[in-house]
């Protein structure tokens, strides 16, 4: 009995005496220049010249920076290199920004660019720019002056090292092994990494040598890892974090309703689509007609609706880049049912069944297509698999004669910088278990074509034919854009966010020009 | 007895635990291998070349045949390494891979996540027999009222049957809607900053200590009924004994068993109920972790997560044991029920 | 027991909590509720209203025949391995305690391993291995189950093999046959009866909390579990989502906790007060 009564009071003096400590505190951390930032997913690497995955690759763009940049929009301007030649086809020379520092202090020179792209052209790194853009050799000219070489004409070069992997890393420690990028940081940007808990929180504190003037103007950023929107919500309402990357687009409804939110749903050059695997012996889709069919039966705006709450807007092959495809004119690209039920009659694919899988988010869109295809006459299941098991599944063995199953599956693809990377990804050679298109030598030689080029009108006729060709082909479908949402604090920080973005790390990528406003 | 009796029941008690545990060990370790979907392939994803993947496997000797990766692991552990946790961070769900690079030892990344769950553990526990025993005896007592039999069979039927996911949700979404002083997520070490943590921490305990309220209420009536229903209390009434003489001698000590019993049940639930309460409320402990890993093909982080556990409870149920051989020494001459 | 539970008012709630909620998941879905799985049936997110009594969900499905489906499912995928554990765990336990001897220190050591395992992790790698769905959260409550099935068999087994009857039937030439069904079963039934639906609520709470992980039964299917996790997302608009799942997940497993309780008393009153 009596332990009841002790236990009751125990608790009403614990909870009164927290509520005060609560309000102190929330009066303290505004006023310290932290930006305090939310995000669901923790990092899962930190080698910046290999980890891939957006949220490590958010957290890049606070410590390192790369020879360009790119600006609102999408544009290269310059980074840490002030300016830069074309010699040659297949040679740029760049002349480095002098007096920029790393963190420790030591001035960045040509050798720190060497080192770095050597780093990243050797093929047993094995990093991700490889894919993207055929770096084959760097020179020092002088100590400020670099010639990077690629093995045959690219016209999209300056855009593709705009990415993370081409930072510059300190190339004299990393030589001495005094550094070691895959267990530390130590970059030329506004911050520096002071402490990392795995799964809580990451702090990056002000980089005293940074070489932009007045930047950054926050002392410190501190990013938070909270997996639940639930929880995110009530720290953005409490002031506990600032700026929250959430998950859920209701979320932006119930954002509206907290006082001194300001949310917004950032595009980027990422889109949903659903792969058809045209390549197993044994696949439902074999015949072009019912790929092109499902094309024509998926009715994007009713996904966006039901899905995404409206915010999201119809895909199209390099969509949100400066040159998104225009399919106005292509039937094979346009809602259709009617048309697709004709074109499953004449199949013979009446009631065909397969497996429609959905991972993680994509998995509500799994339910709608499920609807919409069966409203044409298919009769698709839903399956339901994980990351690991969906990579070796989807895509079998990485080549045609080791297809992956014969399903339908969700994924997305990614324009990056350059409208070009979205197209190159599905002439990529580990496709070739999935989709026929990976292997037409038309396609291939399109690709190949356009990326050797420069933007003009004979470029853009080769975007248009190669997408004419994916909307034949249809074994990717792209379905819908996928953007980030975004909160803040407007009683809390300034921020900079730019509309469209290249990447899925990129919208902090002004962190340093955000500021911290005090609380009265 | 003796105590050489005892200490022999001890070592026998030992062994079964150690081969129990063996078990486990052989038992997880087959099972993580029967996953379809390979490390390597989450390493590095589909883009990596075929010999980068067989270069990983190498290093890993995840070609060797199976009992000789068992047998190194198991001498590894044994000797207190229980090895690198192949993906550096577990919390990432969903579509993200992990990289290589890092490696943490397990032990240090368990070790630093332990003392949330333990918290979080001893807390629920804590609760629950605050809470549940006095409960029960008190129900127990009262029994000749029917409303307070009715109704406490009815409580703690509810007080078991409602899921922790679905309290736990009701909690997230009351306490995070409206500011009331506790907080949804927001942990800090109990070190650090003790309010902060304890304002985190108390609704998760909460969560998981209703289950366990439930049975050590029901368990305690049961077994207070029980004992009040034999001879010797109404000897002990004859003698003149008061009440408060009577709980304190007779019930308390007999009612212990199945008290001691019911800690190791709570005990297993709160293994399993910690990780969701760990999700729900954004604690940074164990069990979370080695939930994640097993999405992430991390055997070496899962094979030491559940032989850790498995220990945890094989060491709780022994001490049970243990315990009920003090407290009533004919349980071990009737030996293994 | 002509009157079931006459004078036993919980036990009597129980039945009838059980009855209704399996006339709302069997029956229920024949009337003219709606479509469980037709997508923007109403608007998205909507609170109850005429048109959709138990509002819609956030793909504009009509909340009253997936919550009526959710039950049936949740009962099957419940009850479908409990009653392969029982059946299992009668074979076994019987043989193991009647035998003894090798088989029986098998059996128990076994069944010691098996219950060390946390049971969290024990589903999700048994649902890794099969695939998500009904056949793995089959698979997992089986094996979750069934060693504390196999213990409480072979418990009872023990004590009524040790009767004087039993030992009268085996001098007298019985095969072990006849001994184990004729003899044992009746005797030991009562106890399985009562574990098994114990282990029904336990299995319940062991697939919701497999749903609410994201592995339990595919969409557009849910069970109650799954209903509940769809619907903790949209917590803050629309808490009818969550709400109206996890208020009957909570009675079914409340009304068959009551109904244990009610037979424990009748079938094995040795149990009941604490005198195993």
């Known amino acids: 009995m009596n332990h009841n009564i002790r236990l009751r009071f125990f608790v009403f003096a614990t909870v009164a005496l927290l509520c005060i400590a609560a309000a102190s505190g929330i009066a303290q951390e505004a006023s310290g220049g932290t930006i305090v930032w939310g995000v669901k997913t923790e990092a899962t690497g930190i080698d910046v010249q290999t980890n891939g995955q957006s949220p490590s690759r958010q957290l890049f763009n606070f410590v390192y920076e790369q020879l360009v940049d790119l600006d609102e929009n999408l544009n290269v301007v310059p980074g840490l290199a002030e300016s830069w030649e074309q010699l040659d086809d297949t040679t740029y020379r760049f002349h480095l920004r002098q007096g920029v520092r790393f963190s420790n202090g030591r001035e960045m020179t040509a050798d720190d660019v060497v080192t770095s792209f050597e780093r990243i052209i050797d093929p047993d790194l094995g990093s991700y720019i490889l894919n993207t853009v055929p770096l084959q050799s760097v020179t020092k000219v002088d100590d400020y002056t670099v010639e990077i070489g690629i093995a045959s004409p690219f016209g999209a070069f300056l855009s593709a090292i705009t990415t993370e992997a081409a930072s510059i890393i300190p ?19 506004p911050f520096v990494l002071e402490e990392h808990l795995p799964d809580e929180s990451w702090t990056f504190a002000r980089n005293p040598h940074h070489w932009r003037e007045g930047l950054p103007k926050a002392d410190r950023v501190k990013v938070l890892i909270i997996p639940e929107d639930a929880t995110m919500l009530a720290a953005l309402r409490d002031g506990r974090i600032n700026i929250a990357r959430l998950e859920s687009y209701d979320a932006l409804d119930v954002l509206a309703q907290i006082p001194n939110v300001e949310s917004e749903v950032q595009a980027i050059t990422h889109y949903w689509t659903l792969h058809l695997n045209s390549v197993h012996p044994d696949s439902p889709f074999a015949d072009p007609r019912i790929r092109q069919a499902i094309n024509l039966a998926i009715n994007r705006q009713q996904i966006s609706d039901l899905v995404f709450g409206g915010h999201e807007d ?4 390099a969509v949100s880049t400066a040159e998104p495809c225009d399919t106005s004119e292509n039937p094979l690209a346009q809602y259709d049912p009617d048309r697709a039920r004709e074109m499953i009659q004449e199949a013979g694919a009446e009631g065909l069944t397969f497996t429609l899988v959905g991972r993680g988010p994509s998995t509500p869109i799994a339910e709608v297509v499920q609807a919409q295809l069966g409203a044409v006459g298919l009769n698709p299941q839903i399956e339901v698999w994980d990351f690991a098991e969906g990579i070796q599944r989807i895509y079998g063995g990485f080549s045609a004669d080791k297809p992956g199953e014969p399903v339908a599956s969700f994924g997305f693809n990614s324009s990056k910088s350059a409208p070009i990377f979205g197209y190159q990804n599905w002439a990529a050679n580990w496709m070739t278990g999935v989709s026929t298109l990976a292997a037409n030598e038309e396609y291939r030689g ?3 074509q356009a990326n050797s080029m420069n933007s003009g009108p004979e470029r853009t006729a080769l975007f248009q034919r190669m997408c004419e060709m994916v909307y034949e082909n249809a074994s990717h479908l792209p379905i819908l854009t996928k953007g980030h949402i975004i909160a803040h604090r407007t009683d809390l920080v300034t921020v900079r966010i730019q509309p469209v973005e290249a990447g899925g790390g990129d919208f902090l990528r002004f962190a340093s020009e955000f500021t911290v406003l005090d609380s009265e | 007895m003796g105590y050489l009796g005892y200490l022999r029941f001890a070592m026998e008690r030992l062994a079964s635990a150690i081969l129990t545990l063996l078990g486990v060990s052989i038992l997880v370790f087959t099972a993580i291998h029967l996953i379809p979907g390979s490390y390597e392939a989450v390493m590095l994803g589909p883009q990596a070349p075929e010999a980068a993947r067989e270069r990983l496997r190498e290093k890993y000797g995840l070609d060797d045949p199976l009992p000789q990766q068992y047998m190194r692991w198991l001498l590894a552990f044994l000797g207190g390494d229980m090895g690198i946790a192949l993906c550096r961070s577990q919390q990432s769900i969903g579509q993200q891979a992990c990289e290589n690079a890092d490696q943490a030892p397990i032990i240090a990344e368990f070790a630093r996540r332990a003392p949330a769950t333990i918290q979080l553990a001893f807390m629920a526990a804590a609760i629950a027999n605050l809470v549940g025993i006095p409960l029960g005896i008190l129900a127990g007592l009262s029994a000749g009222s029917r409303t307070v039999r009715g109704s406490s069979r009815a409580i703690s039927a509810l007080g078991m049957g409602i899921p922790s996911f679905v309290l736990g949700t009701l909690f997230v979404y009351v306490f995070s809607v409206h500011d009331l002083g506790l907080t949804v997520g927001g942990y800090v070490p109990l070190s650090e900053d003790p309010e902060a943590n304890l304002r985190a921490m108390v609704l998760p305990a909460i969560t998981l200590s209703i289950f366990g309220t439930a049975l050590f209420a029901r368990t305690t009536r049961d077994a207070v009924l029980t004992v009040l229903a034999e001879p010797f209390i109404m000897a002990a009434v004859a003698r003149g004994e008061s009440p408060r003489q009577i709980v304190r001698r007779h019930v308390l000590r007999n009612a212990a068993i199945p008290v001691v019993t019911v800690s190791a049940v709570n005990m297993g639930y709160l293994l399993g109920g910690a990780a969701i309460a760990e999700l729900l409320f954004s604690v940074p402990g164990f069990g979370w972790y080695v939930l994640a890993a097993i999405h992430k093909r991390d055997y070496a982080v899962v094979q030491a997560g559940v032989l850790v556990a498995a220990v945890a409870f094989v060491a709780v149920n022994l001490l049970a044991d243990l315990a009920y051989a003090i407290i009533d020494p004919r349980t071990i001459r009737r030996g293994r029920g | 027991m002509k ?26 879905p024949s009337l003219p509720v709606g479509d469980p799985a037709a997508i923007a049936f109403g608007p998205r997110l909507s609170p109850p209203a005429p048109g959709w009594l138990m509002g819609t969900d956030n793909l ?11 039950i049936r499912i949740t009962f099957v995928l419940a009850a479908t391995p409990v009653l392969i554990t029982s059946v299992l765990a009668v074979v076994i336990g019987m043989l193991a305690g009647y035998l003894g001897g090798w088989f029986d220190e ?9 219950f060390a395992f946390p049971s969290l992790l024990l589903g999700l790698i048994l649902v890794a291995i099969m695939g998500p769905g009904v056949r793995g959260i089959t698979a997992a409550i089986i094996l979750i189950t069934l060693p504390l099935m196999v213990r409480v068999v072979r418990a009872t087994t ?15 030439g019985a095969s072990l046959a006849r001994l184990l069904l004729v003899h044992l079963l009746p005797n030991i039934a009562g106890a399985v009866v009562v574990q098994a639906t114990f282990t029904i609520s336990v299995s319940m709470l062991i697939e919701s909390g497999l749903s609410f992980l994201g592995i339990g039964v595919q969409p557009p299917v849910a069970s109650l579990g799954s209903l509940v996790q769809n619907g903790s997302v949209y917590l803050v608009q629309a808490p009818w989502l969550a709400l109206a799942p996890g208020v009957f997940l909570a009675l079914a497993i409340f009304a068959v906790n009551l109904l244990g309780d009610g037979l424990r008393d009748r079938l094995d009153p040795l149990e009941a007060h604490g005198l195993k």
């Open chain 3, 158 to 172: 023990l004590t009524i093999a040790s009767r004087d009857y039993v030992a009268a039937s085996r001098v007298s």
């Open chain 1, 171 to 189: 190339g004299q420690e990393y030589l001495e092994g005094a550094f070691d990028p895959t267990v530390e940081m130590l970059g030329t940007g």
């Open chain 3, 106 to 114: 098998l059996v128990a050591r076994l069944a010691d391993v098996l």
């Open chain 1, 446 to 448: 399109l690709v190949a």
């Open chain 3, 3 to 28: 009157v079931p539970f006459r004078g036993d008012f919980l036990s009597r709630l129980a039945v009838v909590l059980l009855i209704s909620l399996l006339l709302l998941g069997f029956v229920g």
């Open chain 3, 60 to 70: 504009g499905r009509t909340m009253l025949p997936r919550v009526l489906q959710g």
């Open chain 1, 314 to 317: 119809i895909a199209v092959p």
